[in-house]
C-alpha cells in the first residue's frame, strides 16, 4: 500500500524497536517509579501451574488499576477474578478482596471473566461466561465492591448472575467477550450465541438493569436479549463492545460470509435500546483489508466524540498480508454514516504495521487530545515467541514503543490499554518457562516519549 500517511522516517528510524535492539530508548523508557520498574505481575496462584488471564482493565480517580479475568482457584476450576494495583503499580494487598485478589463465589460455578471489567461509580462490574458443561453456557457478570468484595445484586441477592439465549428445546452457548456501561448506569454484555452448531454464532447482546434485572427495555422484543446476523453472513464473532456519548452501542469483531472461508472485520451499530439505528445505518458493516481471500478481524475500538452527529469509531487489529497466514497490525477509522473507511491513517482507509520477523496484533487502542491514539497488541516471533508492544499515533507520525517481557524469558500478551493525565497504562498476561499464568501490566509516561518533542500535531486524527 503506497501512501503520503505511512509512517515518517521517525518511524522507520525506530523500526528495529518492533524487529531488534532499541535505538530511540529516550523515548520508550518505562515508568520506574511505578510496580518494579515499572511493571507488576499478580499471581492469583491459588493451584499449582494455575491459568490466570486478564481480559480487561479499569482505572479508578486516584490513579488505582483494576485487572479482571479468569483465574484458576485451588481445586482447578475456573473462577471469575479482579485484582487491584495501588496508584504506585504496587498490589493493594490490605484495601482490596484478600490480600489484593477477589474471585466470584464457589456457588456461582466454573466461569470465566473474559469480558473485561468496568468502573461504575462505587461498583466494579465484570463480564464473562458461566460453563454449564453439556448443558451450553450463558452470560455472566458479576459486582464487587471497590474493596474488592462480592455486591449482591437486588434483584437476586447474588453477586453474580447469569444470562442464557437459550430458544425452546435448543441449548444455547453463549459467550460474552465484552462490557460496557451506558450513561445511565445500564450494563450491556456482548459476545456470540451458537446453538446446535458451535460454528454457526450469532452476534448476542444483553443489557441488565443496575438492579441486576435484564432490562425489558432491550432489543425489538423487548426481551432484555438480541441475536444478530442478518442474510449473507454465515458467521459473527464480537470482540469489544463501546458506548458512545448519546448511548449509541458500537461492537467489533469479526464475520464470515457466506460461501467464504476466511473472515472479514466486522462493526455492528445499534441504538441505545438494542434496535436498528433510527438514522438509517448498517446494523452490521464487514469489510476486507488487503487482498481478496486473507482474513481480516478486528479486536479494540474507541469512540470519539464530536460536536455534531455521531462518535468517530477508530477500530484496531490485525489482517493477513500473506498465504502463509502472517498477519500484520491494523487500524482504521469506519464512516458513521456507512460502512466506507475513512482515509484517516492511510489512503485506501486503514494502516497495516508489519514485522518482517514474525507477526503484529493490535488488541486495543486508546485516545488522548495530548497523545493521540495509543495501540497495543501482541509480537509474535516466527519461533512461536510472544512479546508484548505499543505503538503511538500523533498527527502524522507513528512511534512504536519496543517490544519488552514482562518477566524473564516470559511470553506475554496485551489486551487492553488506557491514558490518563500524562500515562500508558497497558493490562495482559504472562507466562514464564511453565504452563503458569499470570495477570500483568506495565506503565509508560508520555513526557519520556516526547523528551525530545514531536512540536505540534499535523491535523486531528
Given at each position: 500500500?503506497?501512501?503520503?500517511?505511512?509512517?515518517?522516517?521517525?518511524?522507520?528510524?525506530?523500526?528495529?524497536?518492533?524487529?531488534?535492539?532499541?535505538?530511540?530508548?529516550?523515548?520508550?523508557?518505562?515508568?520506574?517509579?511505578?510496580?518494579?520498574?515499572?511493571?507488576?505481575?499478580?499471581?492469583?496462584?491459588?493451584?499449582?501451574?494455575?491459568?490466570?488471564?486478564?481480559?480487561?482493565?479499569?482505572?479508578?480517580?486516584?490513579?488505582?488499576?483494576?485487572?479482571?479475568?479468569?483465574?484458576?482457584?485451588?481445586?482447578?476450576?475456573?473462577?471469575?477474578?479482579?485484582?487491584?494495583?495501588?496508584?504506585?503499580?504496587?498490589?493493594?494487598?490490605?484495601?482490596?478482596?484478600?490480600?489484593?485478589?477477589?474471585?466470584?463465589?464457589?456457588?456461582?460455578?466454573?466461569s470465566e471473566g473474559g469480558a473485561g471489567v468496568v468502573l461504575d461509580g462505587d461498583v466494579l462490574y465484570v463480564g464473562g461466561t458461566r460453563q454449564l458443561g453439556e448443558?451450553?453456557?450463558?452470560?455472566?457478570?458479576?459486582?464487587?465492591?471497590?474493596?474488592?468484595?462480592?455486591?449482591?445484586?437486588?434483584?437476586?441477592?447474588?453477586?453474580?448472575?447469569?444470562?442464557?439465549?437459550?430458544?425452546?428445546?435448543?441449548?444455547?452457548?453463549?459467550?460474552?467477550?465484552?462490557?460496557?456501561?451506558?450513561?445511565?448506569?445500564?450494563?450491556?454484555?456482548?459476545?456470540?450465541?451458537?446453538?446446535?452448531?458451535?460454528?454457526?454464532?450469532?452476534?448476542?447482546?444483553?443489557?441488565?438493569?443496575?438492579?441486576?434485572?435484564?432490562?425489558?427495555?432491550?432489543?425489538?422484543?423487548?426481551?432484555?436479549?438480541?441475536?444478530?446476523?442478518?442474510?449473507?453472513?454465515?458467521?459473527?464473532?464480537?470482540?469489544?463492545?463501546?458506548?458512545?456519548?448519546?448511548?449509541?452501542?458500537?461492537?467489533?469483531?469479526?464475520?464470515?460470509?457466506?460461501?467464504?472461508?476466511?473472515?472479514?472485520?466486522?462493526?455492528?451499530?445499534?441504538?441505545?435500546?438494542?434496535?436498528?439505528?433510527?438514522?438509517?445505518?448498517?446494523?452490521?458493516?464487514?469489510?476486507?483489508?488487503?487482498?481478496?481471500?486473507?482474513?481480516?478481524?478486528?479486536?479494540?475500538?474507541?469512540?470519539?466524540?464530536?460536536?455534531?452527529?455521531?462518535?468517530?469509531?477508530?477500530?484496531?487489529?490485525?489482517?493477513?498480508?500473506?498465504?502463509?497466514?502472517?498477519?500484520?497490525?491494523?487500524?482504521?477509522?469506519?464512516?458513521?454514516?456507512?460502512?466506507?473507511?475513512?482515509?484517516?491513517?492511510?489512503?485506501?482507509?486503514?494502516?497495516?504495521?508489519?514485522?518482517?520477523?514474525?507477526?503484529?496484533?493490535?488488541?486495543?487502542?486508546?485516545?488522548?487530545?495530548?497523545?493521540?491514539?495509543?495501540?497495543?497488541?501482541?509480537?509474535?516471533?516466527?519461533?512461536?515467541?510472544?512479546?508484548?508492544?505499543?505503538?503511538?499515533?500523533?498527527?502524522?507520525?507513528?512511534?512504536?514503543?519496543?517490544?519488552m517481557h514482562f518477566g524473564e524469558s516470559s511470553k506475554d500478551w496485551l489486551v487492553d490499554v488506557q491514558v490518563r493525565a500524562g500515562s500508558i497504562y497497558v493490562a495482559?498476561?504472562?507466562?514464564?518457562?511453565?504452563?503458569?499464568?499470570?495477570?500483568?501490566?506495565?506503565?509508560?509516561?508520555?513526557?519520556?516519549?516526547?523528551?525530545?518533542?514531536?512540536?505540534?500535531?499535523v491535523g486531528d486524527p
Amino acid at each position: 500500500m503506497t501512501s503520503s500517511r505511512i509512517p515518517s522516517r521517525r518511524l522507520l528510524a525506530c523500526a528495529s524497536l518492533l524487529l531488534g535492539p532499541c535505538v530511540c530508548a529516550a523515548d520508550v523508557e518505562l515508568d520506574a517509579s511505578w510496580g518494579t520498574s515499572g511493571r507488576t505481575i499478580v499471581p492469583f496462584d491459588f493451584t499449582t501451574n494455575g491459568a490466570d488471564i486478564a481480559s480487561g482493565s479499569a482505572l479508578g480517580s486516584g490513579g488505582e488499576m483494576y485487572l479482571a479475568g479468569t483465574v484458576t482457584d485451588a481445586q482447578g476450576r475456573r473462577r471469575i477474578g479482579v485484582t487491584r494495583l495501588r496508584a504506585d503499580g504496587a498490589l493493594d494487598e490490605d484495601g482490596f478482596g484478600e490480600k489484593g485478589r477477589a474471585m466470584s463465589p464457589e456457588a456461582f460455578g466454573e466461569s470465566e471473566g473474559g469480558a473485561g471489567v468496568v468502573l461504575d461509580g462505587d461498583v466494579l462490574y465484570v463480564g464473562g461466561t458461566r460453563q454449564l458443561g453439556e448443558a451450553g453456557s450463558d452470560f455472566a457478570l458479576c459486582a464487587f465492591t471497590l474493596a474488592g468484595v462480592p455486591k449482591p445484586f437486588e434483584h437476586t441477592g447474588e453477586p453474580c448472575l447469569s444470562l442464557s439465549f437459550d430458544q425452546k428445546e435448543s441449548i444455547s452457548f453463549d459467550v460474552a467477550t465484552a462490557i460496557a456501561v451506558q450513561p445511565d448506569g445500564h450494563i450491556v454484555l456482548a459476545g456470540s450465541s451458537a446453538m446446535d452448531d458451535l460454528q454457526d454464532t450469532y452476534a448476542a447482546f444483553a443489557r441488565v438493569q443496575p438492579s441486576g434485572e435484564p432490562d425489558p427495555k432491550f432489543a425489538p422484543d423487548e426481551s432484555g436479549k438480541l441475536r444478530l446476523r442478518s442474510p449473507g453472513f454465515d458467521r459473527h464473532e464480537i470482540e469489544n463492545l463501546a458506548i458512545a456519548s448519546n448511548g449509541k452501542i458500537v461492537a467489533v469483531g469479526a464475520t464470515r460470509r457466506s460461501g467464504q472461508i476466511q473472515y472479514d472485520a466486522l462493526v455492528v451499530r445499534l441504538d441505545s435500546e438494542g434496535n436498528a439505528d433510527a438514522n438509517g445505518f448498517a446494523q452490521e458493516c464487514a469489510f476486507a483489508a488487503t487482498q481478496p481471500g486473507l482474513a481480516t478481524k478486528l479486536r479494540g475500538l474507541v469512540l470519539r466524540e464530536v460536536q455534531q452527529g455521531d462518535d468517530r469509531i477508530v477500530a484496531v487489529g490485525a489482517a493477513q498480508f500473506d498465504m502463509l497466514g502472517r498477519y500484520a497490525a491494523l487500524i482504521t477509522e469506519v464512516s458513521p454514516d456507512g460502512c466506507s473507511l475513512k482515509d484517516t491513517f492511510a489512503e485506501g482507509g486503514y494502516l497495516l504495521m508489519q514485522a518482517n520477523s514474525g507477526q503484529l496484533y493490535f488488541n486495543a487502542v486508546a485516545h488522548d487530545a495530548g497523545a493521540g491514539y495509543v495501540v497495543a497488541g501482541d509480537f509474535e516471533t516466527m519461533m512461536g515467541g510472544a512479546e508484548v508492544f505499543a505503538a503511538h499515533y500523533y498527527g502524522t507520525d507513528w512511534l512504536p514503543f519496543p517490544t519488552m517481557h514482562f518477566g524473564e524469558s516470559s511470553k506475554d500478551w496485551l489486551v487492553d490499554v488506557q491514558v490518563r493525565a500524562g500515562s500508558i497504562y497497558v493490562a495482559g498476561w504472562t507466562q514464564g518457562a511453565g504452563s503458569n499464568r499470570d495477570f500483568a501490566a506495565a506503565k509508560f509516561g508520555l513526557d519520556r516519549i516526547f523528551a525530545d518533542a514531536f512540536g505540534d500535531p499535523v491535523g486531528d486524527p
